[in-house]
C-alpha cells in the first residue's frame, strides 16, 4: 500500500505514475515468475520498489526481459479500475489472490485502525490491494522513462524477525530527459562513493567483528586529525574551551536527563558491581555535571564548552550505511551556557563560525531552517515567545535566509538547522543549533546573577559538523576522494626519472618533511609512466618530477593532481607555496 500523496500538482502526478509502474512492475514480475507472492510496492523519491517473495531468484541480468514486457503491458493500454472491499470480501479476495502477507497487513489495518473497508486496484489481469491514487491508464505511463535499478533484501514490514523479500528497485521519471541526468548523477555519485573509495585510498573499512563501528587506517586517521585539529583551532580562536566526558556513566544520570525513557532502545547497557550503566549516546548530560561542579557567576557567562565527544547508538544492521550510518561516532558538540539577554549575540557568534568552518572545507552553499515551538513542549509561552525572536533576529543579523518550520521544535526549545549542499548537489543536515529549557530545569543549574540571586541559565546545545564520521563521508564524496593539499594524507610524492636521481628526490623529500609536509618517494621499480598513474589513481595533490636538470638547477617539476600543465620551480620556492597554502588551508597555485 501507498503512504500519503505528494502536495504539489507536479508531484502527485509524478507519485500516480511512479506507483502505477510499481503495479505494472508486479504485474510483469508475477508473469515471469508464477507463483510469486507480493510485500509492498511503493513510490519514492527517484522512482518506485516492489518486495516479493520468488519461487526462483531474479537478478540484474533479468532486468531486460523484465522491462521489455513491462513496457507490453502499457502499450496494452490497461484501465486502473478502483473497487472498496469490506473486510469479509477484501480477505475472501486476499485469500483467493494466494497474498499471505496482504492478507496478514489488511488484518491488522482493521485492528488496528479500525477501518471498515479496503482499497483494491485492477489493471487487467493483476489486482492489488492498495489505496492508490494511480493514473486512469497504463498509455499514460512514458515507456522510457523509467529503468530498473537493482535487487536488494528487505524484511517484510522492516522488521528482522520477520521473513525476507527480494526487492527490486526503480528509477522513474516525467521524461527520458530527466531519467538519463538522474542515472548519470547516479554514476557519478558511484564514482564518489566514500566506501569505495574509502578502500581505494585505505581510509578505513568495517569489518565483521565490529559492524557498525569504522577502524581508522593510517591515511584515515591523518585526515580525520587534520580535520579536527582545525576544528580545536578555530574553537580556541572563538573563545571555546575543550573537555572530555566518560563514554559510560550511572544509567541514573539518564534517568534523570530523560534519555532512558526516550531513548533506551538506542542505548548499550552493563553492569558494574551491580550498579547498572549506560554508555553515552550524547554528552548533554556529562558536560552539565561539568557545569555544576561549581557555583557558577554571571561573570563567567557565556561559556562555551566544547566536547569531541565518542558516543554510542544501536542501529539495525540493515540501515548501517558506510560512515553515513554507524554505532560508533565522534560528535562535535558544544554548549553555551548563556543569560537569556546573551541569546541572540551567542547564536550570530556560532553561525559566524559555522561558515568559516564550512567555508574552509568547500562548503559554501548553505540552506537554514527555523523551527519554532511544536504542539507537545516545555516551559511557557513568554519563554517560547521570547526564545523564538532571538533566534530570528540572529539569523536577521547574519542576513542569512531562512524557511520556516512552524512546530517543528525540539520539546526544549528552537532550533536552527544547516544544510550543507555538496557538489553533486546533494544536500546534508550537519549543523544545528538549538535552545533547551529541559535540561538546565531537570539538573536544576543556577548561576548567581548581578543582584545576588540564583538563576537559571540557557543552554545552547550547539553542533556544526555533527558525526565527525559521516562528516568525512561527506566531504570524500564532495571531493571524489582528490583532498585540497591540506587535507590529504600525503601532500606531496616525488617521483625520480631514474634511480640515478633517487638522492636528488631524497633531499627533496627531506626538506619538505622538514617543514612539516606530509610528502614521500615512491621508491618502487614500476616505469616513470607507471608511477605517475599510481600517484594519479591515488588522488595524490601534489606530483614532483626530479631528473637530470632539475638535480643540476636545484629545481623540481610539479605537475598538480586535475590539472595538465607542468610547471618548473626552485626547490625553495615549491617548498615555500606548500607551506604557505597548507598553513592558509588553501589549494597552492
Keep these: 500500500?501507498?503512504?500519503?500523496?505528494?502536495?504539489?500538482?507536479?508531484?502527485?502526478?509524478?507519485?500516480?505514475?511512479?506507483?502505477?509502474?510499481?503495479?505494472?512492475?508486479?504485474?510483469?514480475?508475477?508473469?515471469?515468475?508464477?507463483?510469486?507472492?507480493?510485500?509492498?510496492?511503493?513510490?519514492?523519491?527517484?522512482?518506485?520498489?516492489?518486495?516479493?517473495?520468488?519461487?526462483?531468484?531474479?537478478?540484474?541480468?533479468?532486468?531486460?526481459?523484465?522491462?521489455?514486457?513491462?513496457?507490453?503491458?502499457?502499450?496494452?493500454?490497461?484501465?486502473?479500475?478502483?473497487?472498496?472491499?469490506?473486510?469479509?470480501?477484501?480477505?475472501?479476495?486476499?485469500?483467493?489472490?494466494?497474498?499471505?502477507?496482504?492478507?496478514?497487513?489488511?488484518?491488522?489495518?482493521?485492528?488496528?485502525?479500525?477501518?471498515?473497508?479496503?482499497?483494491?486496484?485492477?489493471?487487467?489481469?493483476?489486482?492489488?490491494?492498495?489505496?492508490?491514487?494511480?493514473?486512469?491508464?497504463?498509455?499514460?505511463?512514458?515507456?522510457?522513462?523509467?529503468?530498473?535499478?537493482?535487487?536488494?533484501?528487505?524484511?517484510?514490514?522492516?522488521?528482522?524477525?520477520?521473513?525476507?523479500?527480494?526487492?527490486?528497485?526503480?528509477?522513474?521519471?516525467?521524461?527520458?530527459?530527466?531519467?538519463?541526468?538522474?542515472?548519470?548523477?547516479?554514476?557519478?555519485?558511484?564514482?564518489?562513493?566514500?566506501?569505495?573509495?574509502?578502500?581505494?585510498?585505505?581510509?578505513?573499512?568495517?569489518?565483521?567483528?565490529?559492524?557498525?563501528?569504522?577502524?581508522?587506517?593510517?591515511?584515515?586517521?591523518?585526515?580525520?586529525?587534520?580535520?579536527?585539529?582545525?576544528?580545536?583551532?578555530?574553537?580556541?580562536?572563538?573563545?571555546?574551551?575543550?573537555?572530555?566526558?566518560?563514554?559510560?556513566?550511572?544509567?541514573?544520570?539518564?534517568?534523570?536527563?530523560?534519555?532512558?525513557?526516550?531513548?533506551?532502545?538506542?542505548?548499550?547497557?552493563?553492569?558494574?558491581?551491580?550498579?547498572?550503566?549506560?554508555?553515552?549516546?550524547?554528552?548533554?548530560?556529562?558536560?552539565?555535571?561539568?557545569?555544576?561542579?561549581?557555583?557558577?557567576?554571571?561573570?563567567?557567562?557565556?561559556?562555551?564548552?566544547?566536547?569531541?565527544?565518542?558516543?554510542?547508538?544501536?542501529?539495525?544492521?540493515?540501515?548501517?550505511?558506510?560512515?553515513?550510518?554507524?554505532?560508533s561516532f565522534t560528535q562535535d558538540d558544544a554548549h553555551i551556557y548563556c543569560e537569556p539577554a546573551q541569546i541572540c549575540d551567542e547564536v550570530v557568534r556560532a553561525i559566524h563560525l559555522l561558515q568559516k568552518i564550512y567555508g574552509t572545507f568547500g562548503f559554501d552553499d548553505i540552506a537554514v531552517e527555523l523551527s519554532t515551538r511544536p504542539p507537545k513542549s516545555i516551559g511557557t509561552d513568554?519563554?517560547?515567545?521570547?526564545?523564538?525572536?532571538?533566534?530570528?533576529?540572529?539569523?536577521?543579523?547574519?542576513?542569512?535566509?531562512?524557511?520556516l518550520n512552524e512546530g517543528d521544535g525540539a520539546f526544549y526549545g528552537p532550533k536552527i538547522d544547516f544544510h550543507i549542499r555538496d557538489c553533486m548537489k546533494r544536500s546534508w543536515q550537519c549543523g544545528t543549533i538549538q535552545l533547551d529549557f529541559a535540561l538546565p530545569e531537570r539538573f536544576d543549574c543556577t548561576y548567581q546573577g548581578a543582584d545576588g540571586a540564583a538563576h537559571r541559565p540557557v543552554m545552547l546545545h550547539r553542533a556544526l559538523l555533527g558525526s565527525i564520521e559521516r562528516f568525512i563521508g561527506i566531504l570524500i564524496e564532495h571531493h571524489g576522494g582528490a583532498f585540497p593539499t591540506w587535507l590529504a594524507p600525503v601532500q606531496v610524492r616525488a617521483i625520480s626519472v631514474s634511480d640515478k636521481y633517487n638522492a636528488y628526490a631524497e633531499k627533496v623529500i627531506a626538506d619538505l618533511q622538514a617543514q612539516g609536509v606530509r610528502a614521500e618517494l615512491d621508491q618502487s621499480t614500476e616505469t616513470m609512466g607507471k608511477k605517475i598513474r599510481n600517484a594519479v589513481t591515488g588522488k595524490i595533490p601534489n606530483i614532483l618530477i626530479v631528473g637530470e636538470r632539475e638535480e643540476e638547477t636545484g629545481t623540481v617539476t610539479w605537475r598538480r593532481y586535475g590539472v595538465r600543465e607542468q610547471e618548473t620551480m626552485s626547490l625553495d620556492a615549491f617548498c615555500g607555496q606548500m607551506v604557505a597554502a597548507i598553513r592558509e588551508r588553501v589549494d597552492p597555485r
Design 1 to 327: 500500500m501507498a503512504d500519503g500523496i505528494a502536495q504539489s500538482p507536479e508531484a502527485e502526478k509524478l507519485y500516480r505514475m511512479r506507483h502505477s509502474l510499481a503495479h505494472v512492475l508486479a504485474q510483469a514480475v508475477l508473469e515471469i515468475r508464477p507463483g510469486a507472492t507480493l510485500g509492498f510496492g511503493p513510490a519514492i523519491d527517484d522512482g518506485f520498489y516492489y518486495d516479493f517473495i520468488l519461487p526462483e531468484a531474479l537478478g540484474e541480468d533479468d532486468f531486460p526481459a523484465i522491462e521489455k514486457l513491462m513496457k507490453r503491458i502499457i502499450k496494452q493500454g490497461q484501465a486502473f479500475e478502483c473497487e472498496d472491499l469490506s473486510r469479509e470480501a477484501a480477505m475472501a479476495r486476499l485469500d483467493e489472490m494466494g497474498e499471505p502477507y496482504k492478507r496478514e497487513y489488511a488484518e491488522a489495518l482493521f485492528d488496528e485502525r479500525g477501518i471498515e473497508q479496503l482499497t483494491f486496484y485492477r489493471n487487467g489481469p493483476f489486482v492489488d490491494m492498495c489505496e492508490g491514487p494511480h493514473v486512469a491508464n497504463t498509455r499514460h505511463l512514458p515507456k522510457g522513462a523509467f529503468k530498473l535499478r537493482s535487487v536488494a533484501g528487505a524484511y517484510w514490514r522492516g522488521d528482522s524477525d520477520n521473513v525476507m523479500m527480494t526487492r527490486i528497485y526503480a528509477w522513474a521519471f516525467s521524461n527520458k530527459i530527466e531519467l538519463e541526468a538522474h542515472v548519470k548523477a547516479h554514476n557519478e555519485a558511484l564514482k564518489r562513493d566514500h566506501r569505495r573509495l574509502g578502500k581505494d585510498l585505505d581510509l578505513f573499512s568495517f569489518q565483521p567483528e565490529g559492524p557498525g563501528f569504522p577502524f581508522w587506517h593510517p591515511n584515515g586517521m591523518v585526515l580525520q586529525n587534520e580535520v579536527l585539529a582545525f576544528w580545536r583551532e578555530a574553537h580556541q580562536a572563538d573563545g571555546y574551551v575543550e573537555v572530555k566526558t566518560p563514554i559510560m556513566l550511572s544509567d541514573a544520570l539518564w534517568h534523570k536527563s530523560g534519555h532512558y525513557e526516550n531513548y533506551k532502545e538506542n542505548m548499550y547497557f552493563t553492569n558494574i558491581d551491580e550498579q547498572g550503566f549506560a554508555v553515552k549516546p550524547m554528552n548533554c548530560p556529562g558536560g552539565v555535571l561539568i557545569y555544576k561542579d561549581r557555583r557558577r557567576s554571571y561573570r563567567e557567562l557565556p561559556m562555551r564548552v566544547a566536547e569531541l565527544g565518542l558516543v554510542h547508538r544501536h542501529e539495525l544492521s540493515g540501515v548501517l550505511h558506510g560512515l553515513f550510518r554507524v554505532r
Design 382 to 403: 513568554q519563554m517560547w515567545n521570547n526564545a523564538e525572536e532571538q533566534l530570528r533576529n540572529a539569523l536577521d543579523n547574519v542576513d542569512l535566509p531562512y524557511e
